[in-house]
C-alpha cells in the first residue's frame, strides 16, 4: 500500500489560513468517508484532530476544519497560530482492510 | 480516564524477535479496535495492524507473516509479537484507539500510547 501524498512543507503567517491536501486512490481516499488528520509535535505522539473527513473532536478548535473531493481530502487551518506548527498526517481506511498514511506535511509559521 | 502504556522495545538483533505490550486503562480493549502504528526515526507514521473488537486482524503488507497482534482480556492489554526483525523494522512503535464515536473500521486514533523505540542493529 502506498502513501497518501501530502506536501512536504506548507506555511503562513499568523492570522492567515493554509490548506493541505492529501492525494490518494478510489481505493481508499475516494472511495470512504474515512479519512483522518494528526497533528504531531516534535517528540510526542500524535493528536487526533479531523476523523471521518471533516469530523472535529469535541476538544479540538473550530479553526480546524476538513473536506474532501473526489481521491483528494485537505485539512484548512484557519487564523493560524504558532503553537499550530507541526507536523500534519492524513489517514484513510482502505479496500484492504487497512489503513494507509499520508508522507506528512510540516506546517512552519512565520 | 484513559490511558495507554506501551512497553517491550529495546536493541534487537537482525532475525530476533520481540513482543511489545499495551497496557491499556480507562476502557475495555476486548470492545475497541486496536492498531499498532509505527514511525522510524525522522520518518512518516506507518500503520501496522490493527485487532477488532471481533478478534478479527490485519495487517500491513511490510510486516505480514511477521508479526501477530494479540490482546489479553483479563490484563486488558494488547501486544504486537515481532519475528524475522529487520533494520527496517526500527521505529518508535505506538498502540492507538479507535474513536467509539465513528463506525470507521480502523484509523481515527482518539488515543495513543507514548510510544516504545525498537532498535535492530547489530
Known amino acids: 500500500q502506498s502513501a497518501l501524498t501530502q506536501p512536504a512543507s506548507v506555511s503562513g503567517s499568523p492570522g492567515q489560513s493554509i490548506t493541505i491536501s492529501c492525494t490518494g486512490t478510489?481505493?481508499?481516499?475516494?472511495?470512504?468517508?474515512?479519512v483522518s488528520w494528526y497533528q504531531q509535535h516534535p517528540g510526542k505522539a500524535p493528536k487526533l484532530i479531523i476523523y471521518?473527513?471533516?469530523d472535529r473532536p469535541s476538544a479540538v478548535s473550530n479553526r480546524f476544519s476538513g473536506s474532501k473531493s473526489g481521491n483528494t481530502a485537505s485539512l484548512t487551518i484557519s487564523g493560524l497560530q504558532a503553537e499550530d506548527e507541526a507536523d500534519y498526517y492524513c489517514s484513510s481506511y482502505t479496500s484492504s482492510n487497512t489503513e494507509v498514511f499520508g508522507g506528512g506535511t510540516k506546517l512552519t509559521v512565520l | 480516564e484513559v490511558q495507554l502504556v506501551e512497553s517491550g522495545g529495546g536493541l534487537i538483533q537482525p532475525g530476533g524477535s520481540l513482543r511489545l505490550s499495551c497496557a491499556a486503562s480507562g476502557f475495555t480493549v476486548s470492545n475497541n479496535y486496536m492498531s499498532w502504528v509505527r514511525q522510524a526515526p525522522g520518518k512518516r507514521l506507518e500503520w501496522v495492524s490493527v485487532i477488532h473488537s471481533d478478534g478479527s486482524t490485519y495487517y500491513a503488507d511490510s510486516v505480514k507473516g511477521r508479526f501477530t497482534i494479540s490482546r489479553d482480556n483479563s490484563k486488558n492489554t494488547l501486544s504486537l509479537q515481532m519475528n524475522s526483525l529487520s533494520a527496517e523494522d526500527t521505529a518508535v512503535y505506538y498502540c492507538a484507539r479507535s474513536s467509539t464515536v465513528t463506525s470507521a473500521p480502523t484509523g481515527a486514533f482518539d488515543y495513543w500510547g507514548r510510544g516504545t523505540l525498537v532498535t535492530v542493529s547489530s
Open positions: 471521518d473527513v471533516s
Open positions: 478510489s481505493n481508499d481516499v475516494g472511495g470512504y468517508k474515512y
